[in-house]
């Protein structure tokens, strides 16, 4: 009965903005076909989002575009255009960055604070090309900066507390700028327990303990040059995953860079930003506080990566140009290490990632064409090259047990091209684009050795001789925004050969206990992937706003069976007032029974469900201190469901009240 109380009430909401007539002149022509997700500046934080003090996880879920694949209430996977993280790229501010776990438990996402970010730029396939090979598209996570503004010092404190889970949330921004200096700094600290289900049922090692220290500084030689630094230490402690039969007992990383940017005066060239960075990750998995585990073991990884781009912007004529050199070193290795129950038996130890050493470099170019005031063209290409070394001889020879043949480095040329037209007149908007585009096999694909998937509970061992994977893309968008309304529908399409999936090899016996076989990676003739997305807002006064919306995907491979962690119809519908210094939220979100899951690749059909979510805020000055207060209850009706993206079905949280008070000085 809730659930067709509130497609009735959803299916209300959307028929209202269909009665627009109110129309505007907008002669802007769109550049490239992104979509940014403000998440705020240090002094405007809690005025941008329902709840201030969300994950960048749950940030990012407003896209259309974004998925999570969730094992906890930590770290969640994103997924964009329904393609997991080895088809896509996340960068932080330009920076490549890879995780340190071969159960993905350390998505890029985990270790930057929605207190540090300013805006999320998410593109989609090719169109995001300038920072590395990628297929679904990227995220570029934008970091706070102040700027070279006579501003003076600024602070900003923020607590919160979430009762499902007792979540304790505190931080803090100091900031410092005038015309020649600047520095931001920020911290933020989340304890949280195991969170319940609904109904009041406990979801046992769901806990997890984690601080974020934040610093970027910046100094002007002059009024065209400046240097800047930035630093970022995250750590996270006795994080449970409660999907997975291993939990997290450290995921540290530091994220440093250092960049120059001139801008000339009178040239052609507008911009030439080069910066170089390191980042160092470390991650261990730990079993020590699960039952009836029937042999202990210790999984530890790490993963360095050095790096620099080099990328100019300028304009001839009616060409608005870019070049982009970018390049990166990563070393990544795990390893395990079991303990048998017995003491008198030996250890038993492997790699599952053999020290492989990767080195790209890539030539990006871009070239958009202003035709008129209403249209442009853009073209983009890029070429790079991809070597990984196995610089671990243990671990070579590990693999060339399932590949005799196998050399220890393994050289790719990968490619991409993409075009799209785009034409914007009188609040009307359309464009449409094709794009090719190339990977290379993530280093579990090609060298994982043993790694167990809790998913479908197979051991996978990687293929160091498979192809690059080929993605041919289609894409197309169509919007109208007058003075209260604005709706945009856009699609792309993907067909992606040498598909690269896990395939069971019958003669060969698994090493974790209670697998079902072992998989090894193989490459598919080809799969499609469909991606749908509507967004509307409609403005009915000064005051009241309606936003919806509605997301079809759809996937399968050349056997017609369906690709695993395809979304089923999903929808939106929030209603929000504001009124001086008070605003307050309704909304309700859901999905459709998900049809399409692939049992082949070992997923649970999941129900439909729905849930409803409520906010209210209030700002008002004290003094010399500005305040704002944020309270709201997410899943009001304490719904027990599961999604389509939750590994192993595990529930989500149950009803949650929600509390965040911030004030600066």
Known sequence: MKKKL??????????????????????????ILKEVIVIGKKTQLYQQQTKPLATVEEYLQQSGKVGMIKRGAYAWEPIINSMTTERTLITIDGMRVFGACTDKMDPITSYVEVSNLSEATITSGQQG?????????????KRNRSGFVNSGWDVLIHSGFESNGNQKIVGSAVNYANNRFYVDTDFMYR???????GNNQEVLFSQFRKFNISATSGFSFDENKMVEASLIYDKATDVGYPALPMDVSLAEALITSLKFEYVPKSSKIKNWETKIYYNTIKHRMDDTKRPFVPIHMDMPGWSDTYGFYSKATGVFKSHHLMV????FYNRSVAEMTMYPSNPNESLMFM???PDVRTLYNALFLEDTILLNSQSSLRFSASVANHFNTVANDLGLESLQIFYPNMKNSKNRILKSISSNYTYAKNGFQYGFGLAYGERAPSVSEGYGFYLFNSFDRYDYIGNPELKNEKASEANAFIGFKTQKLSTKLSSSYFHISNYIVGKPADNMIPMTIGASGIKTYTALDYATIVNTDLNIEYQFDTNFKW??????????????ENLPFISPLRYSAAFQYNVKKFSSEMAVQGNAVHTQYSPFYGEDRTPDYAILNVASSYSFQMDNSKWYVKAGIENVLDAYYSTFSDWNTIPR??????LNISFGL
């Open 6 to 31: 509130y497609g009735f009430v959803l299916l209300f909401f959307t028929s209202i903005p269909l009665f627009a007539q109110d129309q505007v002149t907008d002669t802007v022509v769109q550049k």
């Open 129 to 141: 090309g300038n920072h590395g090979a990628a297929i679904g598209g990227s995220i570029d996570l």
């Open 191 to 197: 304890d949280a327990e195991n969170y319940t289900a």
């Open 324 to 327: 982009d050199l970018n390049s």
């Open 351 to 353: 790699f599952t990632w």
């Open 547 to 560: 936003l919806g919306q509605l997301v079809y995907s759809y996937g399968q491979d050349y056997k017609k």
């Open 653 to 658: 949280k149950g009803r949650n009240f929600f």
